[in-house]
Structure formats: structure tokens, C-alpha cells
């Protein structure tokens, strides 16, 4: 009888053991898969990031199925939002114009890879980064994001067949500046300048009055404590020092009035949108 009850319980157990064998390779399995992706993402991440130096665009792209899309939302300092809806092409696009862009550095940094969840052929993957836009001469914005990513197994390998980002600007230091001016008459009238520029994590307006005073073919400009001389050629000249260095060539006072903003605020704007 004791024989009997040690050889049902060995034989129930091996049953036991047998049926939940398959469930523990694929634990084991998908721990392993949930492992190789997030080292994938970080390879995504490094091509996306070496894009402007390595100028592979096909390595950035090997990671997305060809009928992927994507939701893309922008908070910017202003206080504005931007919704985006797009796709595999429109992600190519953007890519070529990294690539148009001279100059540019991508920092794009995972600061923390929150959730990977493997279940049969699909997966997701959650993560925050910390980016940083660079051009010279151009935009320098900082930021956060955080990105979710849905991918699906194909063949062997693993793509991307949805992203999710939600980007927050935390500081802009230099973009697009908005200039309003108020002109008095008469070539040797006033100008006041009023110019909203961004100043880290909001933007600033600033109000500069620019007083002009003809001396033969020459006009001179003084604005702030800098003074500049408009030759009769239509020459920008700054007076520095006793030097002059030139700025630009003006045809009108209003391309003067510009030409100066942009120099005052060459370190803030990389383009001036004038408003009347």
C-alpha cells in the first residue's frame, strides 16, 4: 500500500512538473527577449544620436516596420501645444532634414528605461530621455521626453510598428525671436523695438530705443549703449572701440532697425519674425 501512495505522488509530481515546464521556458524566454530589446533600444538610440557624424540614415531606419506610426505631442516654454500624427515616411523625412541640417548636435540620453513587457510575438517598452537640440547659429533647446514604444516580432527580427512621445522644453536658449516696431516719422525718427526673445525656461520681451541722426551721407544709431554708423553705400557698421566692424548692408531703415536686433541678440535668435 505505501508503495502504491510513493509511486501515484512520484507520478503526479513528474505530471506537475512536465505540464509546467513550458511555462517556465517561456518565462525564461521572454525574460531573455525583454533583455535583447532593451539593449536594441540603446543601439536605436546611439544611430539616432551618431546620425549628424555618421550620416547612415539606414540605421536609424532598420529599427521601424515600413508601416509604422507614431503620436507626437510638444509642450514648448510658451505654454503652447503641437499634436502630430505620422508615419514611417514622414520619420524619414525628418531624418533627411537632420541630415540637410550643417552642423547639428543630437544629445538624446536615456535617463530611465521604466517598463519592458514581452508577451508571444509583441512587446512594449517605456522610457524617459533627456534631449538637447544644438545648431549653430541656430536653435539650442533642452528638454524632456517620455516615449513609448509598441514592437512586433517579423521573421526574426523585432521592429517598431508604434511610438508614442510626449516632449516637454525645459529650457530654450536660442530659436525664433518676435520683433514688433514702432516707427516715428522722418528718416531720423525714433524706432522702439520690441523683441520677445527665449531666455532659458520662458521667454523674455525686451524694449530698445533706437535714436537716429543724419551727418552728411552717413546715418548714425545709437541703441542701448552700442552705436552704429548706416553709410551712404547702405553699409551696417558697428562702432567698437573706435573700430568699425561690419554687420550688413541695409537698403532701408526698417532692414537697419532688423539688422541691429539681430546683432544685439545674435546669442538669443537664430531668426528674427517681424510683426509689422
Known sequence: MN?????????????????????????????????????QLRAFV??????????????????????ATSNIFVFNISGLSRVTNGDYNGFEAYLDNLLRTPGITLGYEI?????????????????????????????????????????????????????????VEDEKLKGTCLCELFTADGEDGEVVAKTVVPSGRSYSTK???????????????KVQDKYYKRAGTGKLLLINDGEEVEVGVSN????????????????????????N
Open 3 to 39: 508503495l502504491l501512495i510513493k509511486t501515484t505522488f512520484y507520478l503526479t509530481l513528474m505530471a506537475c512538473m512536465i505540464a509546467l515546464a513550458p511555462a517556465r521556458i517561456s518565462a525564461q524566454s521572454d525574460a531573455e527577449t525583454e533583455k535583447m530589446l532593451a539593449n
Open 111 to 167: 535617463a530611465d528605461l521604466l517598463d519592458v513587457e514581452v508577451s508571444g510575438n509583441v512587446a512594449t517598452l517605456v522610457y524617459r530621455v533627456n534631449y538637447e537640440t544644438k545648431i549653430p547659429d541656430g536653435i539650442w533647446v533642452k528638454g524632456k521626453e517620455l516615449v513609448s514604444m509598441a514592437m512586433e516580432k517579423k521573421g526574426d527580427e523585432w521592429k517598431i510598428v508604434h511610438y508614442t512621445f510626449m516632449q
Open 252 to 275: 532701408s531703415k526698417r532692414e537697419t532697425v532688423i539688422m541691429i536686433i539681430e546683432n544685439l541678440y545674435k546669442d538669443s535668435c537664430a531668426r528674427i519674425k517681424t510683426k
Open 207 to 221: 524694449f530698445d530705443n533706437m535714436e537716429f541722426r543724419t551727418t552728411g551721407s552717413d546715418q548714425m544709431i
Open 46 to 67: 546611439n544611430a539616432y544620436t551618431n546620425l549628424p557624424n555618421s550620416k547612415n540614415k539606414a540605421n536609424v531606419l532598420k529599427y521601424f516596420s515600413k508601416d
